[in-house]
């Protein structure tokens, strides 16, 4: 079950093990998703008329 050729990885971000943290689709994902939800976010009297 455990393959010695394979480096155990663990993604702490959603605990899958084929792959790390860095590379977690799941985490990328969630990173748009953030993104996106940033943007529709108009700011409220932050900018009245400036250039
Ligand atoms: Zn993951």
Known sequence: ???PD???KCC?????R???FEECPKR???AEKE???REP????GAESGQV
Not at 12 to 16: A, L, P, Q, R, T
Not at 41 to 44: L, N, S, V
């Open 41 to 44: 976010e108009p700011a409220a």
């Open 1 to 3: 079950m455990l393959q």
């Open 28 to 30: 990328k994902a969630d």
């Open 12 to 16: 702490s971000y959603c605990g899958g």
């Open 6 to 8: 394979t480096p155990a």
């Open 18 to 20: 084929d792959h790390d």
């Open 35 to 37: 993104e996106v939800a």
